[in-house]
């Protein structure tokens, strides 16, 4: 069996769903996971945010105004009267329980459910449509089935019982479409598994079934060994290691969420990730294999902070770090990159909003800088085939760029430098042209 999850954009509007429609209705057997229609989880994260404010009247606009956007998809999608009934009740359904969330007091646990109505939405309009086409489906309702223990981590022995006695009570069938991102938490609750967090769902439900392999669908194909955004003449890379995977997914463009690539690397399952917009072209192949040796691409993250403390207490003392990394822990945000000298730590985090507590934490042990509008450039490969001159090749292309701070030899498979954000698409495309162009 294998899996194969479509993004936002992959089901944007009626004409994507139809293709995803064609490109499932071969009879591999599959479990298709599916995202909210794109822009949909920001809407209900906007209609949340009116709810908050208790701006009842801005969000019965709102909420509106988004139903009938979906009644459009309904008209446009279904061929017949019937199944357009069907999914204007559907989408009626939703609508109405969001609507009952506009009265009072808005909470938390409300905004969770709130944020899961995107994917119920896509799932059924896509079974809706396979059944207009006389394509045999079985919705499996990721609530049934996907759910987080109390440390927000994957429940794998319970995911696995529950998705598999699912499937079992369908025999026969090859077709199964499910929810991306939404779950259940350890109360029973709907919860989800964070933002762009339908990736993960892949991987978890690939693991849990032991699928052949993992298909990642978006539209670009796969990874490249560049920004395509930033720089002109990127290429496709064909094969990637877990590893090296792993750190471009977290450092590059939105292709692969980062946390989808270890549940695949457990189980040692292939995940491939493909284009809706060019079905034929293979994408990027994931393996534990380790294919070529040398810098196979660079990436970059905007958004990073850098925060330094110098301490004379730091001197000759142990367990120093120690209480650095605690105050991070309590807050919950966790470091990136991390430089150490004698007196003094820089360390960067790309999530904000603790940083006045965690900064007034850190007073404690010793002056505090905090640097903002930073970018790790990221630099990806096999590094040990070629242990020579892989960090200069990188810094040569870079020696007109100041450069805040560099981490290397943590792994075999990153260098990671941080510079001004401003200083980005200089550094992307110089790099370019010194690591691939002359190949
Ligand atoms: N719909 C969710 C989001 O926009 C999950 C996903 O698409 O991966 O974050
Ligand atoms: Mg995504």
Redesign the pocket.
């Known amino acids: 069996m294998r899996v194969l999850k479509f993004?936002?954009t992959s089901v944007g509007n009626p004409q994507r769903i139809a293709e995803v429609g064609r490109l499932i209705s071969d009879s591999t057997p599959k479990i298709v996971v599916l995202?909210?229609m794109?822009g949909?989880?920001?809407d209900l994260v906007t209609y949340s945010e009116y709810l908050y404010k208790k701006d009842h009247s801005g969000a019965k606009v709102f909420l509106e105004s988004m139903r009938q956007k979906y009644y459009r998809v309904s008209e446009e999608l279904f061929a017949t009267e019937e199944l357009r009934k069907q999914g204007r009740e559907m989408i009626d359904t939703h609508f109405d329980n969001l609507d009952e969330f506009n009265r009072d007091m808005f909470t938390q646990h409300e905004e969770k459910t709130v944020?899961a109505k995107?994917?119920l939405i896509s799932t059924a309009l896509m079974v809706y449509h396979l059944q207009e086409l006389g394509i045999a489906s079985v919705l499996l309702p990721a609530l049934n089935f996907m759910r987080i223990d109390k440390d927000q981590e994957p429940d794998n022995y319970y995911i696995r019982e529950n998705l598999n006695r699912e499937i079992a009570l369908h025999p026969g069938s090859t077709l199964f479409i499910t929810q991306?991102?939404i779950c259940r938490n350890a109360f029973g609750e709907i919860d989800?598994?964070?933002?762009?967090?339908?990736?993960y769902?892949a991987s978890i439900i690939g693991a849990a079934i032991d699928a052949d392999e993992i298909q990642i669908w978006t539209d670009i194909d796969g990874f490249h060994n560049n920004d395509p955004r930033y720089v002109k003449n990127t290429a496709r890379i064909d094969d990637l290691s877990f590893n090296e995977a792993a750190e471009l997914a977290y450092f590059g463009a939105k292709i692969l969420?980062p946390t989808s690539v270890r549940p695949a690397q457990d189980k040692n399952i292939p995940v491939r990730l493909k284009n809706t917009m060019d079905p034929d072209s293979p994408g990027t192949l994931i393996t534990s294999r380790v294919t070529g040796s040398g810098i196979k691409a660079v990436a970059a993250k905007d958004g990073i902070v850098a925060i330094r403390i110098k301490s004379d207490r730091m001197l000759l003392a142990f367990g120093f770090l120690r209480k650095v990394f605690e105050i991070f822990e309590s807050h919950r945000t966790s470091i990136d990159m991390i430089a150490t000298s004698e007196v003094s730590v820089s360390m960067t985090i790309d999530q904000v909003d603790r940083l006045s507590e965690i900064v007034s934490d850190l007073e404690n042990y010793g002056t505090v800088e905090v640097i903002h509008d930073q970018t790790i450039i990221c630099v990806v490969g096999d590094m040990i085939g070629e242990s020579r001159g892989m960090a200069v090749q990188a810094l040569e292309a870079l020696r007109h760029i100041p450069v805040r701070m560099i981490s290397y030899g943590s792994s075999n498979n990153n260098i990671s430098l941080l510079i001004k954000t401003s200083d980005k698409i200089d550094a992307l495309n110089s790099l370019s042209n010194h690591l691939f162009q002359a190949r």
């Open positions: 993004g936002g995202s909210a794109s949909t989880t920001n944020l995107g994917e991306g991102f989800n598994l964070k933002r762009g967090g339908s990736d769902t969420h």
